[in-house]
């Protein structure tokens, strides 16, 4: 069983910043990639950005040059920091962890840009 739990969300006014932690705990074996889906009130879960263990990021296009992954492995920690954000961003985030043996997902952290 793995245990994954996101944090660091919030209320900002547009052009601000966020950084939300996501630490995997139990079970987890190998992580192979974590990231960062977001879903917005009646829309489907939308990927943002992806880690994989060999450090390679990618990101959706929407956030690409104003959002940056990163991790620390060896904390099994995956940190989404977020910059000039838009209300369009406003969802609850969501942390995947994809393991050797499974994909865990934790239960969100609320983002909301408003002015």
């Known amino acids: 069983q793995v245990q994954v739990v996101e944090s660091g969300g919030g209320l900002v006014q547009p052009g601000g910043s966020l950084r939300l932690s996501c630490v995997a705990s139990g079970s987890i074996f190998r992580i192979r990639a974590m990231g960062w889906y977001r879903q917005a009130p009646e829309k489907q879960r939308e990927w943002v950005a992806t880690?994989?263990?060999?450090?390679?990021?990618t990101y959706t296009n929407s956030v690409k040059g104003r959002f940056t992954i990163s991790r620390n492995s060896a904390q099994n920690t995956v940190y989404l920091q977020m910059n000039s954000l838009k209300p369009e961003d406003t969802a609850v985030y969501y942390c995947k962890v994809v393991s050797s043996v499974r994909s865990s997902w934790g239960q969100g952290t609320q983002v909301t840009v408003s002015s």
């Open positions: 880690i994989t263990e060999d450090e390679s990021t």
